[in-house]
């Protein structure tokens, strides 16, 4: 897997986390430093913790699975893409109002995290079948998940809720993509 394509996984695995990185942005009034390392450390720990997870069950069967790789790829990253485009239509559909609660406990980033990386965990499953290196690609979606949290908390506070639906659907797009990317190249031009 090339440099440009990890990024773009990188980016498509960490627009969940981004689009609640907004929406927590939103949710306070009062955001300091230490709010924003806390959601960005912990959605891209989780970002990089659950491909691995998926990356050790997916060597676990690759033998199985080797010939089909590119079917693999493309169910598993479409399926995610498809999930996160339906979820954003539906909450373009029925905007949830934001609170003004704390959002920033470590109970709620933690929750957030695992809820936000399910979709890296099957990614990671890919990789594996793929046989890529899992600790630059881990490293790769956990840095970009970072930045991208970082960042999603200011814009939150900045320009509301409608960026974070748009985020999560690019985000699906991106998956899509890459799925069909990888079963052309493999398929079609291996």
Not at 16 to 29: E, L
Not at 73 to 100: Q, T, Y
Not at 137 to 156: D, E, H, K, M, N
Request: aromatic share 10%; hydrophobic share 55%.
């Amino acid at each position: 897997m090339d440099i440009i394509t990890l990024f773009l996984l990188a980016i498509g695995l960490s627009a969940d986390a981004f689009a609640v990185s907004i929406t927590n942005g939103m949710s306070s009034r009062h955001i300091s430093k230490k709010n924003v390392l806390a959601t960005a450390f912990t959605f891209g720990f989780f970002q990089a913790a659950m491909p691995t997870i998926g990356f050790l069950l997916g060597r676990t069967f690759s033998e199985i699975i080797c010939r089909y790789q590119h079917w693999v790829a493309l169910f598993l990253l479409g399926a995610i893409g498809v999930n996160m485009v339906i979820d954003s239509i539906k909450e373009r559909k029925n905007p949830e109002s934001c609170s003004m609660k704390n959002i920033f406990t470590m109970k709620n980033l933690v929750l957030q995290g695992i809820a936000t990386s399910i979709d890296a965990l099957a990614a990671g499953v890919s990789l594996a079948v793929m046989e890529i290196n899992i600790f630059t690609a881990v490293l790769f979606i956990g840095v970009v998940t970072f930045v991208c949290c970082s960042i999603g908390v200011y814009i939150g506070k900045r320009f509301g809720c409608l960026l974070g639906v748009r985020a999560k659907l690019l985000g699906g797009i991106i998956l899509i993509m890459l799925g069909i990317k990888i079963f052309i190249e493999t398929q079609f031009l291996a």
